[in-house]
């Protein structure tokens, strides 16, 4: 699986942005999907997963009520809406693919779960 992310960039605090991960080369409903991030001088972190047909939909707390993941099988884009961006958002996000397995629910935090990563874009939020 191929993994293309899309959609950083610099906003306001306060200020939206939508990142966009395109799938290619493996059935994409066949994978579950997550996005991570990593800041400078800081670990991976997990942000957001989603279940292979979107169904279920996991956050971390830090994100929980500002991010929303969403996917759309048909093409093969997963999305992570961010609102209320605030300045320790600020990272390399990257998104991932994984095919879950029967305890996606109790793993999906786990970067072993996922076997493909994308590239990563920048967001960055100013103060």
């Known amino acids: 699986v191929q993994l293309q992310a899309s959609g950083g960039g610099l906003v306001q605090a306060g200020g939206s942005l939508r990142l966009s991960c395109v799938a290619s080369g493996a059935t994409f409903s066949n994978y579950a999907m997550a996005w991570f991030r990593q800041a400078p001088g800081k670990e991976r972190e997990f942000v957001a997963a989603?279940?292979?047909?979107?169904?279920?939909?996991y956050y971390a707390d830090s994100v929980k009520g500002r991010f929303t993941i969403s996917r759309e099988n048909a093409k093969n884009t997963v999305y992570l809406q961010m609102n209320s961006l605030k300045p320790e958002d600020t990272a390399v996000y990257y998104c991932?693919?994984?095919?879950?397995?029967?305890?996606?629910?109790?793993?999906?935090?786990?970067?072993?779960?996922?076997?493909?990563w994308g590239q990563g874009t920048q967001v960055t939020v100013s103060s």
């Open positions: 989603i279940s292979w047909v979107g169904s279920s939909t």
């Open positions: 991932a693919a994984g095919r879950g397995g029967r305890d996606f629910s109790g793993s999906y935090r786990r970067e072993t779960v996922y076997g493909f």
